[in-house]
């Protein structure tokens, strides 16, 4: 019993898509972004290594090394060790953290701890309880991470 009308017979290849041949160049795929999000009410503890963007929404214990992007959003943690391009706290960091880039610390944000930054931001609410240290050129150069004497805070409004 037939309903309808019947179906064209399919072909291997489509005259609009054909398939590649063997040895052609791959087609450019976007690389996404490594993303790695700890949610509400998760605890996470170990190394962490090649991520591109960290999100902390719960509790994070950790090495984070080789990360372009930390986010700790409000009510977040991060108890541990960083080193990043680019931060923004709206919740809790507390430890040691270089960013060779800007850092941001949202009103809601608490930073414990020594930090080092090339720029940081503070929103008006914002708390830094530790040492700071900016990082400039000569001190990339020379120092490649030794500690060097603490210089005063560069704000960008």
Known sequence: MTIGKPLPPRTAL?????????????????REPKTLTVGREIT?????????????????????????????????????????????IAGLFEGEMDVEDCLILRATGRIIGTIRYRD??????????GTMETIDDADTDRNKGAGSAAKAPHIVA
């Open 14 to 30: 489509s005259q609009n898509n054909p398939l590649p041949h063997p040895g052609a160049a791959p087609a450019t795929v976007k």
């Open 120 to 129: 940081i931001e503070i929103e008006r609410g914002g708390k830094i309880a």
């Open 44 to 88: 996470l503890s170990g190394e962490i290594t090649s991520c591109d963007r960290l999100v902390v929404e719960g509790e994070v214990r950790s090495s984070l090394e080789s990360c372009q992007s930390l986010e700790i959003a409000r009510g977040g943690a991060f108890r541990g060790k960083a080193k990043i391009t680019t931060a923004e």
